[in-house]
């Protein structure tokens, strides 16, 4: 069974970065053809992609949130990681990371096939 598992602070202050960690068991994040994403859902709306990392190691990104994102990842953990920079209370939101399996549309969350937990970060002074 995949298990995915965020962790990161769930408080973090206006203009700084927001990191978060998903471990990942069952699976390696190496295992062909599959991608691994970040996805966000602020308060009382939609899920959002934000962006993901492939077993290749390629990374690919919501043009909105490009110029302040990054992702990147340990293949010796089995982790992969998120980077959002000068975040304001506008990126308060519940925070997932997800396997898409091969051939499936990654930027769409309803096709990512595990899920994790979700973690609340909040964005204030």
């Known amino acids: 069974q995949v298990q995915l598992q965020e962790s990161g602070p769930g408080l973090v202050k206006p203009s700084e970065t927001l990191s978060l960690t998903c471990t990942v068991s069952?699976?390696?994040?190496?295992?062909?053809?599959?991608?691994w994403n970040w996805i966000r859902q602020p308060p009382g709306k939609g899920l959002e992609w934000m962006g993901a990392?492939?077993?290749?190691?390629?990374?690919y990104y919501k043009p909105s949130l490009r110029s302040r994102t990054f992702i990147s990842r340990d293949t010796s953990k089995n982790q992969f990681t998120l980077q959002l920079s000068s975040v304001t209370p506008e990126d308060t939101a519940v925070y997932y990371c997800t396997r898409a399996p091969p051939d499936s549309d990654y930027a769409n969350p309803q096709e990512s096939d595990f899920w994790g937990q979700g973690t609340q970060v909040t964005v204030s002074s």
């Open positions: 990392i492939a077993y290749s190691g390629n990374t």
């Open positions: 069952g699976d390696s994040i190496t295992t062909n053809y599959y991608v």
